[in-house]
């Protein structure tokens, strides 16, 4: 028996065709389809009369706008991966994110959109998204506009904030310079959904002085989220050997991780904190300021 039989499937040229379909009809957007494919197959896509596809619409682009990178919502993560921007150092959390996506047929049909409008907290490009302070572009009835930061797009599980009728078309990502980024992850199998992911992005001053931290992390809450007390341990802060243990400690003493049949929470905590000791390192030698260590 089929999973989902939508009656109808359409491809609009224009993002004032595809609103104009999700004005007049009961549509649900497709973009890689590995999502929906999955909510479908668990029966929470009773509604939809219409598959909503954007492959069309021309929204597979990397720009760099200013100190601003914008990627278009239909990028694919095959296809960014292969964009020279990101083997910049200030960016490296975001290509080992993308890097992590699974298997590789996932990776050559999944776009960024998609991976944020699911809001799920233990996919691997969202969650880094937060530490970078992304905002993304929403497009709705009329071509009204709002751009949002992705901590308030991320409600809850499945619950992103878009308004009925919206496109998310386009994700901004701040890109600071003399800062450095990593991300990593901890699954069943290397290509298993996260247990627990974590991202860095530190940013520092000409003495190497860690003047700015972001600290997210994904598969213990109902969103991705940002550790504040890891972020302030590190703040301000030449970072040495004990400095990152004190920022590791505060991210894992920070949450009461939501429990998962591979992972309790006083598993996830110990992976918190192993995985940012390692990004914060990471991130830290990216930007040309590595941690002390003796
Ligand atoms: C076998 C398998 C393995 C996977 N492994 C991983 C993994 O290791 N790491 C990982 O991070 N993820 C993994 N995923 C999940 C996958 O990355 C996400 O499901 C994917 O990124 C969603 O992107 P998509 O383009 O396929 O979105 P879709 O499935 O097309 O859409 C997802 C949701 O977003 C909505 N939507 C999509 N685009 C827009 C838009 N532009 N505007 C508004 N709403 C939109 C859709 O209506 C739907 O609700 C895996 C998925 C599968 C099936």
Redesign the pocket.
Known sequence: MPIFKPAEWIAPKTVEEALDVLQKRKA????????????AKRGM?PDAEVL?D?QSLN?EFVRVDGNVLKIG??S??TWLLKQAVFQRPELGGLLD?MK????A???N????????????P?????PSTLAFDASVV?VGAGGKQRTLTVDKFFLDY?L?D?RKG????EIQIPIVPSSGSAFM?L?RTA????LVNVCARLTFDKSGKCTDSRISL?GIANTPVRSKKGESALKGQKLTKEIVAKAAEGVSSEFEPTPSVHGSPWYKKEISKTLTRDVVYKAAERAGFPVEVK
């Open positions: 649900r957007i497709i973009a890689g389809g590995t999502g929906v494919y999955e909510l896509l909503l954007l929204l919502a239909m694919r993560f994110s992590n996506v699974k298997p047929q996932v990776r049909v999944a776009t960024a959109g998609g991976a944020i409008s699911i809001s799920l233990f996919l691997d490009f969202a929403l499945l992103p878009l919206e496109i998310l078309t992850k699954g290509g298993d959904f996260a994904g």
